[in-house]
Structure formats: C-alpha cells, structure tokens
C-alpha cells in the first residue's frame, strides 16, 4: 500500500479546509454558488490551458461518460451543500454532508463495484464522523430543517458518487487533464445558474481570494485528490476527506481567533485518530 496516496488525500482535504477561512475574505453579498462557479473556472480553467499546451486530451477518444458524470456530481455537491447551509447553518450543514459522504461512498462501492469495505475502514469512519459530530456540537446558528437535512444528505451522496465517478476516470485518463476536463464542465454548468456573473471576481477585494481558491484549493487539491484516489478505494478517500472541516476548525482557532469547547476538542482528537486507524491500518493490513 502507498503511504504516499493516503498523505496525498490528506493534503487535498487540508486544502479544501483553507475555502471557508478565505471565503471571509470575500464581499458578503456574493452568492455561494456564483463562488463555486468561478472557483471551478479557474482551477479547470487553468488545467485546461495546461493539458492543451502538453497535447494530454484526446477529444476524439476521451472518457466523456465519465467526465460528464464526475462534472455533473461535483457541480450538484456544492450546490447542494450550499443550499443545505441556508436552511439548517453551517455547522450541522457540514456534519450532515461530510459525515455521510464515507458512509454512502462505501455503500456506492459496496453496491455497484462489489468491494466490501473492510473492518479498518468502519473503525476509522466510525471515530472520524463521531469527531465530526463533536467538533461542531457547540457551534451556533443551527436549525434542524428537515429539507435542509435532505439537501445536505444529497450532497454528501453527490460526493460519494464524484469520487467514484473520478476513481473510474482516472483509471482511463491521467490526473491533470481528468481535473481539468471535470471542472471546466462543472463551471460551465454552475455559471448560468449563480446569478452574479463573473464580473465581482475581478474587485480587488475578490480577486486574491478566489486565486487561491481556484488555484490552489481546487487545481491543486484535486490533483492530489485524484492522483491518492488511483491507489486507493473511494470509501477510504472520501473517508480521509473528513480531514477538511477538522482543517477548517483549526484555523478558525489559529487565524481567526474562533474558541472551540472541550467537546470540541475530544472530537479534533477522534478525527485524529480515525484518519490514523485508517492511513497506518490498512497500509498495514496490505502488507500483511
């Protein structure tokens, strides 16, 4: 088993965790799903270039099924999830989207791919999603909407499916133009819909923000994000994607100042543990 994969997942989910501390950054009036649009503009957008110039897509025999399915997920994930939050805050938002993503990723790959997950996996899953219940238990603004709950349950199914989606993807093509060809789609399919066109991108209060988000917590994270997900199952993945929110609550505490309870704190320590059951436990097991 490649350590690498597991650290390479890590990283791209400590980089997701860096959206909603750079998003303060931004103008308030700007709708979620006009940032989404954008973020994946530039970070597709940027790739795309990138693959052209090396000649690494192939039009005429590409994965367009696939693409398409990947691009059409991860664009109704963020939507989906930025809904929930309107209804229920972003905290129970959050728990409800991210801790159901591994529990449905590994149903998905159970269902249709017939892999089982394995016991080190539920263990992990287990720690990792009551450390995410915890972390975020004492956190304001929550409402316990019913279509809130559903929309954000939809969209961690979303995310379950796009990496899936990727997993088979990336099995067919290579990793930077697979990233660039998802997310130009993506952008393409969130612009129409974000209702303040690009034109607030390019305020200078806007426009570092949505760089960094584009470039570095969308180019570069899913390019470590699938290049992990090659050498690993999706459920371990989407699993060690519960890295981001616990990134996210650090650096409220370290830049912004935010305070997190002793409860919250027992659940940045099983988070912790869940994604270290899971990185040295199955690299374990595969090499016994």
Do not use: H
Not at 95 to 121: M, Y
Not at 268 to 288: C, N, Q
């Amino acid at each position: 088993m490649n350590l690498l994969s597991y650290i390479f997942v890590l990283l791209a989910a400590m980089l997701w965790g860096t959206v909603g501390t750079t998003q303060t950054f931004l103008q308030a009036e700007v709708s979620s799903v006009a940032v989404a649009g954008v973020r994946s503009a530039i970070g597709g957008g940027v790739l795309l270039v990138l693959a052209l110039f090396m000649r690494k897509i192939k039009f005429k025999t590409w994965s367009w099924k696939w693409t398409i399915l990947a691009a059409i997920t991860i664009a109704l994930f963020q939507s989906l999830f930025f809904t929930s939050v309107r209804f229920t805050g972003v905290a129970l938002g959050t728990v409800v989207t991210i801790g159901s993503s591994p529990v449905f990723s590994g149903l998905v790959e159970w269902a249709i791919w017939k892999r089982k997950p394995n016991g080190i996996w539920a263990i992990a899953t287990a720690l990792a999603i009551i450390g995410c219940v915890l972390l975020f238990v004492n956190r304001g603004g929550a409402s316990v909407n019913p279509l809130g709950i559903l929309l954000a349950l939809c969209a961690g199914l979303m995310f379950a499916l796009y990496t899936n989606c990727s997993k088979q993807l990336t099995e067919k093509e290579e990793t930077l133009p697979a990233v660039a060809m998802t997310f130009t789609l993506c952008a393409l399919l969130l612009l129409p819909f974000s209702g303040d066109g690009v034109i607030w991108a390019f305020d200078n209060q806007n426009l570092f923000p949505m760089i960094f988000m584009g470039l570095a917590a969308t180019s570069v994270a899913y390019l470590l994000f699938l290049g992990g997900l090659e050498k690993i199952s999706s459920s371990s993945a989407v699993t060690l994607s519960l890295a981001e929110p616990l990134t996210a609550a650090l650096l409220g505490v370290f830049l912004v100042g935010e305070y997190l309870s002793p409860t919250s704190w027992v659940g940045v320590v099983l988070l912790l543990g869940g994604i270290i059951v899971l990185t040295l436990g199955s690299r374990k097991t595969r090499e016994e």
